[in-house]
């Protein structure tokens, strides 16, 4: 039994910086990794899929190249060999960024193995026993397997696998429409599959206000990209070389034929073999493990960050939970869990920025708030540019007038929505930011009009 004063399980992104406070904090620390340093934004997730969403605009842009008065003659072609080679080079400098980064930290041990609780405050890892009076579980997940009726048959794919593809699928069937589902399907489409979204739900990414799914969809099938929803009951088959799905499960439903199926229909936390049951810690039904507002789980001495204590399902959620812990236990300060406010980033293009409440829960609130919103046709930067669609909207507290929540599907949306929220953070009225002054030309410098156009939400 090897003695630490601080064991952290996973190396995605909360792990590996508490790790590093923790050693500068002069505590001897262990670290354990079973697979790929970095964990899931670095290998399977946020920076592989985003390098790939750049290969897939660029081909997009050749493609509308004329538009813009350039010519590049005789089209082109997408070689997915080269697109994954970047991709790969990408990913796999951050991986081994990480990975040298903690085998060179001081204070701080490796382990290479899967970890698992022996007791509270014992992990085994392989034939290694360790033991600390603080656990830090940074587990994270991976990609749910739902039960379709003959999803044992065919050979699917899930983002992880999707890693591996260096060809370009004839026909993609996506099953999920939700945001790694979209992601893909329409780089893919831009790469030159055909591609069918099915999506069990009445629209794309429902957690959205409606306008903003509509949008989504409009601007999906404006690529080509067949969208099925309400598939109430997916079923798959396979025929020959070729996958089908059934976006009902009645004998002569609607078909889909493709050639390659992904699963993008949510996740799953990576708690299931983790020995947690030996430790005494809490999990909810969907098996995330149970925290308070300063990540503490159900057992003294043992802390749960990042996606799998179900509060957040980002990379800057996980590193803001390294941040709540680190505050707590180092510098007494105590930061919660509930000061965050929700924001986040769907990444088909053009991109879709989003904080704080949707109209949707305002409305539902049954609070007396204001509205506005603003066409991306009447944002100067993007005729510019040559991308206009999309829109951006806010909600504002009537009474308060502090900003509720806002949207931005468009150009430069990934970006212009931190200027909202900032303001958000700040706890300032919407204003401040009406009265600033923005930069000509940019998408941001359309927030103050819009919010000088504010109409009350009614309805
Ligand atoms: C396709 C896709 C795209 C995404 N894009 C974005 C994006 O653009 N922006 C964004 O913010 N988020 C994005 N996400 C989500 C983001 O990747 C995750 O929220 C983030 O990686 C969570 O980090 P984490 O530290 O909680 O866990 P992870 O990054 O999953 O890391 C957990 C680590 O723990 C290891 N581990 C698990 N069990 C054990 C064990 N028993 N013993 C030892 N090691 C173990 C794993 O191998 C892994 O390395 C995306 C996710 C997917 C799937």
């Known amino acids: 039994m090897v003695t630490y004063d601080a064991i952290v399980i996973g190396t995605g992104q909360a792990g590996p910086s508490l790790a590093q406070r ?36 660029a081909a997009h842009m050749v493609h509308r190249a004329a538009e813009f008065g ?16 970047r991709k790969d080079a990408i990913s796999g400098k951050s991986r081994t960024g990480v990975e040298s980064w903690l085998k060179n930290m001081e204070k701080c041990t490796v382990y290479e193995g899967h970890a698992r609780f022996e007791s509270p405050h014992e992990i085994s890892v392989a034939a290694d026993r360790l033991t600390a009076p603080r656990i830090f579980i940074n587990v994270g997940g991976r990609a749910a397997v739902p039960p379709l009726r003959g999803v044992e048959e065919v050979p699917y794919l899930t983002n992880s696998s999707m890693m591996d593809i260096d060809f370009l699928p004839k026909h993609l069937i996506v099953v999920g429409g939700s945001y790694v589902g979209l992601e893909f399907g329409q780089m893919y489409r831009r790469f030159g599959s055909e591609v069918t979204i099915v999506e069990m739900g009445a629209r794309v990414v429902h957690r959205e206000d409606e306008d903003v799914s509509a949008a989504i969809q409009e601007i999906l099938e404006g690529e080509g990209i067949g969208v099925r929803l309400n598939a109430k009951c997916i079923a798959l088959s396979k025929r020959g070389g070729e996958i089908v799905a059934h976006a009902d499960c009645a004998e002569d439903s609607l078909e889909i034929t493709g050639s390659h199926v992904l699963l993008a229909t949510g996740r799953r936390p990576n708690t299931d073999d983790l020995g947690l049951e030996k430790a005494g810690v809490a999990v909810d039904q969907h098996g995330y493990i149970a925290v308070d507002d300063q990540l503490r789980t159900s057992v003294p001495g ?31 300060d105590p930061r919660r869990v509930s000061d965050r406010i929700l924001a986040y980033a769907l990444y088909i293009d053009p991109p879709l920025g989003r904080c704080g409440l949707t109209e949707a829960e305002v409305r539902q609130s049954g609070r007396s708030a204001l509205a506005g919103k603003r066409p991306m046709t009447k944002v100067g930067r993007a005729v510019e540019k040559g991308e206009t669609q999309g829109f951006m909207k806010i909600v504002v507290d009537a009474h308060s007038k502090e900003i509720l929540g806002a949207a931005i599907l468009g150009v430069g949306g990934d970006e212009a929505i931190h200027s909202i929220l900032d303001v958000m953070y700040a706890k300032a009225p919407y204003t401040t930011i009406q009265r600033a002054v923005h930069i000509h030309p940019t998408v941001s410098e359309l927030i103050p009009t819009m919010l000088g156009e504010l109409q009350p939400l009614t309805g």
Do not use: Q
């Open 302 to 332: 043992i802390w749960a960050l990042g996606d799998c204590n179900g509060k957040g399902g980002f990379t800057h959620t996980a590193y803001n939970d390294f941040e709540i812990v680190a505050a707590n236990l180092l510098d007494n």
């Open 70 to 85: 350039v010519d590049v003659g005789g089209g082109s072609t997408v070689d997915m060999k080269r697109v994954k080679a």
């Open 22 to 57: 923790l050693a500068k904090a002069g505590m001897k620390v262990a670290i354990v990794e079973r697979k790929l340093f970095g964990g899931t934004c670095v290998n399977t997730g946020c920076i592989p899929t985003k390098t790939m969403v750049a290969s897939a605009y």
